[in-house]
């Protein structure tokens, strides 16, 4: 049997760790605030983090051909945002109740593999599990960059 989890929301609260860094990122990229422009047009749930990024360019006025020519900038800028602002946010921060004594009872069943199934990349999925210690349980999984 898999059984497949989602990140946010059905494993982990972050406190909104991931709408900060991305904030972080595009003002230290671009020297836009993207994510205040988009806080009525760009809905994070359910987006991958890649269209995440586009819709936040789009509504921070950036063309695609900067977004795309910067080397993966705003991505290493989205991933040490992330990394400072989960660990800054951690007693905000928590496993949803049940989580942990499910995943632990799964691990112990014979012919059980759990993955992660989300629109995270799977480096930005990682940062957010990590101060958990749920990666263990993870092994692989379907991230928004697959």
């Not at 671009?30 to 994510?35: E, H, I, K, R, S």
């Not at 789009?58 to 800028?77: F, Q, T, V």
């Not at 993955?115 to 263990?136: C, S, V, Y």
Request: charge should be negative; charged fraction near 25%; hydrophobic fraction near 45%.
């Amino acid at each position: 049997m898999v059984v497949l989890f989602d990140v946010d929301g059905t494993l982990v609260d972050t406190a909104g760790s991931g709408r900060i860094a991305f904030q972080a990122a595009f003002l230290e990229t671009f020297g836009v605030d993207a994510v205040m422009q988009a806080e009525r047009t760009v809905r994070f749930a359910g987006m991958t983090d890649l269209r995440i990024i586009a819709a936040l360019a789009d509504a921070g006025g950036i063309p695609r051909h900067e977004l795309e020519s910067n080397n993966g900038a705003p991505l290493a800028s989205f991933y040490r945002h992330q990394e400072r602002e989960t660990e800054r946010l951690r007693d905000d921060s928590q496993v949803l109740p049940g989580v942990l004594p499910l995943l632990e009872r799964l691990a112990s069943m014979d012919g059980v593999f759990t993955g992660l199934i989300t629109g995270n990349l799977e480096r930005g999925a990682r940062i957010k599990l990590a101060p958990f210690d749920l990666n263990r349980f993870f092994p692989t999984g379907g991230f928004g960059s697959d």
